[in-house]
């Protein structure tokens, strides 16, 4: 399956005006979304696309049968890295190159150019188009990788650099990623005793005017005996840029770890994989990105395990483990992208009294309005969404650390319901609850996005 690649310009217009949590609308039908199936998509990026010269063998990987191949995996743009020092082929550099290939791949591409910076800034029509020009040449021309993991110090020259994009091209993005919570204050460009919300992601927001807010947290740990646990502060981080986000009225996405990058992180299952995107998800992510799509390959990268392809081009479990979480998530992006994000309630399983990750949350919500208890032998996250008719849904998943490889039962009696449409997996179906009550099974790293129906 394979949708149209949305800039963030266009995905404004999926924000939805906040409603109140507390009172819904008790439909007895289904809400159908069926208009919006071909317009509303899940924004899947992946972070390096197949390199025009890998660094480790001088092969270049930019061809149209390994676009394809992005395009199958259901990434719906892809990002540029090594482009800038790419072999130039008929006439075309590498960034002209990977267009031609992504375009008839029927996906989007952020072009990496060392030039876009003083270009921008310049803010001349001609200097523009003698950067750019070509590159506008085509469909696939989705937007510029401009900055990753910024200073705050930089946040000046980016709204600069922004308002020149904006000047000539208002409807391709102009992205740049952040920091996690984890970054130490000198990375930051913040003081020790400023803060990572309000001194960083919100002064970012309000200083640059970005259109979105895309930042990287990898939560999957992994100590020299094999033990895996998480970071503690991953939910933090999400309700941080959720909040963050939603308060500013852009979109906001997530980075999925699909590697290992040192010795303290650990490679992904596809539980683990899926886990991420469904964490993301019940906070409201409307897009989420893969570190890495193709494997980096040069000093300092770090690299202990693959990404999804290798760097010499071979697919990885982790390929094949995300491609099919992807197809699941394009059955019902359309559905989930109507709603509005409204808060998480954290739920401890039956006999367990504290969990470190839902303890370092701001805002959890104590109830949600349209449920009316929640029992599980698992910690599960709710999140809890409306859309513009006031309709209910909310979406619960296992948080058992997905590497523990625990099931989880979840009963969750709610009100004024029968039944529900439920969607896991990528799989619609409708569940009777009598009473109110629906239970569901849930394997590691699991979820469901459930439609309560009266």
């Known amino acids: 399956m394979k949708k149209k690649f949305l800039t963030f310009a266009l995905a404004l217009c999926m924000i939805l005006p906040a409603v109140g949590c507390e009172k819904g609308n008790y439909t007895k039908v289904e809400p159908d979304y069926s208009a919006s199936e071909d317009t509303l998509a899940m924004h899947i990026g992946g972070w390096v696309a197949p390199p025009p010269v890998q660094k480790a063998g001088g092969v270049d990987y930019c061809t149209q049968e390994n676009y394809n191949d992005v395009a199958d995996f259901g990434i719906n743009t892809i990002y540029g890295l090594y482009e800038p020092w790419g072999l130039t082929v008929d006439g075309k550099n590498a960034n002209e190159r990977a267009l031609e290939y992504t375009e008839k791949a029927g996906i989007g591409f952020y072009v990496r150019d060392l030039q876009a910076g003083a270009a921008l800034q310049e803010g001349d029509k001609d200097t523009f188009d003698q950067v750019f020009g070509k590159y506008m040449e085509y469909d696939s021309f989705a937007g510029i990788m401009a900055v990753d993991e910024p200073s705050a110090a930089l946040f000046p020259e980016i709204a600069a650099m922004r308002k020149g994009w904006d000047k000539f091209v208002p409807d391709k993005d102009f992205y740049v990623n952040l920091f996690p919570t984890y970054a130490l204050p000198g990375q930051l460009g913040i003081g020790e005793t400023e803060n990572y919300r309000e001194h960083y992601i919100r002064r970012f927001l309000q200083e640059t005017g970005l259109k979105m807010l895309s930042y ?40 999925l770890q699909a590697m290992s990058y040192d010795n303290a992180t650990r ?44 760097e010499f081009g071979e697919k990885t479990p982790v390929w094949y483990a995300g491609q099919k979480i992807n197809r699941e998530i394009l059955n019902f992006d359309h559905v989930y992208l109507n709603y509005e994000w409204q808060g998480v309630m954290p739920v401890l399983a039956e006999g367990n009294s504290k969990n470190k990750l839902f303890n370092m949350m701001n805002h959890a919500l104590d109830s949600v309005g349209r449920i009316r208890s929640v029992k599980s032998d698992q910690d599960v996250i709710v999140g809890a969404f409306k859309d513009r008719a006031d309709n209910d849904a909310f979406m619960v998943v296992n948080f058992s650390d997905p590497g523990d490889e625990k099931s989880c039962k979840t009963e969750v009696v709610m009100k004024s319901a029968s039944s529900a449409v439920v969607y896991k997996n990528g799989v619609r179906s409708v569940a009777e609850a009598k009473g109110g009550k629906l239970t569901l099974e849930l394997e590691a790293g699991n979820g469901a996005f459930v439609v309560p129906l009266q």
């Open 216 to 255: 990287d947290h990898y939560p999957l740990l992994e100590d020299g005996w094999g033990k895996g646990s998480l970071t503690a502060d991953y939910l933090y981080n999400l309700e941080v840029c959720a909040e963050e986000a939603r308060d500013a009225g852009v979109p906001f996405w997530t980075f």
């Open 267 to 310: 490679c992904p299952t596809e539980a683990e994989l899926r886990w991420q995107v469904l964490c993301s998800m019940a906070f409201g992510a409307q897009g989420y990105q893969y570190f890495c799509y193709w494997t980096p390959a040069g000093p300092g990268d770090n690299v202990t395990k693959s990404a999804c392809v290798t």
